[in-house]
């Protein structure tokens, strides 16, 4: 069975400070998505990578999958208000035909203004 | 532009009695995915389906629960006789397959489950 581990759990900080999720695994796989989901609506995507050291930005998110393709980060970048929210990856294991995802547990992110 | 689409969004239901979720996925997208999530917890995969084939099932979905997507369209999820276990939010998810090629899957908003 394939786990991912995000860390940490829950994040409460300041408008304007900077931030990094993890997302750990002992596995290894073939893609790895990025969500964003607010209280009582479904999982929005932000981003997938799938080769090992890939880095990708999306404004202030900046998205890095491990050269091993079994870990990731997220870093957002003077965060604000509006970044609140549960952040979840979701990883998709190697010969996944059917494309499941593997989902950590998510940080639970607050930025405070 | 239409998402996925769940039906009801909510459902409050006494334990023991039957309860059958709908989900429509985006249009032009095969395959379609339920998973549930708990409070607290990231989603867990239940089931999916390319067009009307159930393709692969998880050890978490036990013998009450039942899934069909009769005409590769709409999908339903059924669960007989609940438990308060069964308390969740169920989400439904589509996306598009083609030539090996797996495209991201679109969430829908759940149906949040509670067993009285």
């Known amino acids: 069975t394939q786990l991912l581990e995000q860390s940490p759990q829950f994040l409460s900080i300041q408008e304007g400070e900077n931030l990094t999720v993890y997302c750990n695994s002992s596995?290894?796989?073939?893609?790895l998505q990025w969500y964003r989901q607010e209280p009582g609506e479904g999982p929005v995507l932000l981003v997938t990578?799938?080769?090992?050291?890939e880095v990708k930005k999306l404004k202030r998110l900046t998205f890095q999958f491990g050269d091993a393709r079994k870990d990731s980060s997220l870093h957002i970048t003077a965060a604000q208000p509006g970044d609140t929210g549960l952040y979840l990856c979701?990883?998709?294991?190697?010969?996944?035909?059917?494309?499941?995802?593997?989902f950590g547990g998510g940080t639970r992110l607050m930025v405070k203004p | 532009d239409t998402g996925v689409s769940q039906d009801p969004r909510h459902k409050i239901t006494k334990r023991g009695q039957n309860v059958t979720f709908r989900c429509d996925p985006i249009?032009?997208?095969?395959?379609l995915y339920w998973y549930r999530q708990t409070l607290g917890q990231g989603p867990e995969f239940l089931t999916y389906f390319q067009n009307e084939a159930q393709l692969e099932k998880s050890r978490l979905l036990s013998d009450r629960f039942s899934a069909e997507r009769p005409k590769g369209s709409f999908s339903t999820l059924e669960i007989q006789r609940t438990e308060q276990g069964d308390s969740a939010m169920y989400l439904c998810?589509?996306?598009?397959?083609?030539?090996?090629?797996?495209?991201?899957?679109?969430f829908g908003d759940g149906t949040r489950l509670s067993i009285l």
């Open positions: 990578v799938v080769t090992g050291g």
């Open positions: 998810a589509s996306s598009l397959a083609y030539r090996g090629s797996n495209q991201p899957q679109h």
């Open positions: 979701a990883g998709c294991a190697p010969n996944n035909a059917g494309n499941m995802l593997t």
């Open positions: 596995s290894v796989f073939s893609s």
């Open positions: 249009s032009e997208h095969n395959r």
